[in-house]
C-alpha cells in the first residue's frame, strides 16, 4: 500500500548561501521524489544525502528523529532534521502509524524502552539483553505490523545474509497486508526486494535506478564470481 506518495522539496524557501544540506548534489534541482510502490529504496555512496534525507521525512511524520514513532519521546539528542523544515509531504490517504529505525541511535532507543518497562511489546526480552541482529528483528517482528509507514535507515547494519533474507520474508507479508516501506540501505540483498523503486542519491539530481544497475549489484555480482581476479583487477 502507498500512503507516502511524494516527496517535495520547497526550493523556493532553501536559503540562498550554498550549505548543507542544501549544496549536497544529489539535491541540486531535484523537485521532488515519487514513490509508487510500496517499498522504496535510497541507495548511494556515504555522504550522498540518503540519512537527510529520511530523517527530515521522519520529521515531518512526526516520529523521533532519533529514532522511534509518534509515542516516543525520550531524552536522546533529537537530530536537527536540517533538511525537515524544506519538504512537503502528500499522503493518500494519511498515514500517521509508522516507525523510524535508525541504526546508530538504537542503542538509545533500546534503553528508552527499559526505562519505560517496555520489553514486552518486543517479545518479552529487553533489547539490551539480544544480541544487535536479534532485537532488530525483535522490533521488526514484534512492533512493525501492517498499516503503517516505515523509515529505515540501514537496517542491514545488524543483521547477517540470513537474517537480511528473513526480513525480505517479513517485509513481503507487511507489504501484502498494507505496510509502506522507505529504506536506506547499502545492502544489496534488501535493495533486490521485487517490485521495489530504487533511488539513486549517486545522480544529480537523484534519479530512479533498475536494481541490476546500482553499483552494489555490480560491484558485489562481479566480487563473489571471482574474488581473486576482482582484487587483481
Ligand atoms: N549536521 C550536519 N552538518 C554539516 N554537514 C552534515 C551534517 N550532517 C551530515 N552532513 C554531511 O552531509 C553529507 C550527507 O550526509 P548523510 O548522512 O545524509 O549521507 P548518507 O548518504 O546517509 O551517508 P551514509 O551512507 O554514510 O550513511 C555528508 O557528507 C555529511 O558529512
Not at 509508487?36 to 535510497?42: A, E
Request: hydrophobic share 40%; net charge negative.
Amino acid at each position: 500500500m502507498v500512503y507516502l506518495r511524494t516527496i517535495k522539496l520547497l526550493r523556493e524557501k532553501f536559503p540562498e548561501a550554498g550549505r548543507y544540506p542544501f549544496d549536497l548534489p544529489s539535491l541540486r534541482n531535484l523537485e521532488a521524489i515519487e514513490l509508487d510502490t510500496s517499498v522504496t529504496f535510497l541507495v548511494g555512496e556515504n555522504g550522498s544525502g540518503k540519512s537527510t534525507m529520511l530523517e527530515a521525512v521522519a520529521y515531518q511524520c512526526g516520529f523521533h528523529t532519533a529514532g522511534g514513532s509518534r509515542n516516543n519521546y525520550y531524552d536522546v539528542h533529537k537530530s536537527e532534521a536540517s533538511l525537515g523544515d524544506y519538504i512537503r509531504l502528500s499522503w493518500l490517504p494519511k498515514q500517521t502509524n509508522g516507525f523510524f529505525l535508525r541504526a546508530e541511535s538504537f542503542y538509545q532507543f533500546a534503553s528508552h524502552i527499559d526505562s519505560i518497562g517496555g520489553s514486552g511489546s518486543y517479545g518479552g526480552r529487553s533489547l539490551h539483553a539480544q544480541s544487535h541482529g536479534e532485537a532488530f528483528m525483535s522490533l521488526f517482528t514484534n512492533r512493525f505490523n501492517s498499516k503503517g509507514i516505515y523509515l529505515l535507515d540501514e537496517p542491514e547494519a545488524a543483521l547477517s545474509p540470513k537474517r537480511q533474507l528473513a526480513f525480505l520474508f517479513l517485509m513481503r507479508e507487511l507489504v501484502a497486508e498494507g505496510a509502506q516501506f522507505v529504506i536506506a540501505t547499502h545492502s544489496p540483498i534488501l535493495m533486490g526486494f521485487p517490485g521495489a523503486k530504487i533511488f539513486s542519491f549517486d545522480e544529480s539530481p537523484v534519479q530512479e535506478v533498475r536494481y541490476q544497475e546500482t553499483e552494489h549489484y555490480q560491484l558485489t555480482r562481479r566480487f563473489l564470481e571471482k574474488p581473486a581476479a576482482f582484487l587483481d583487477e
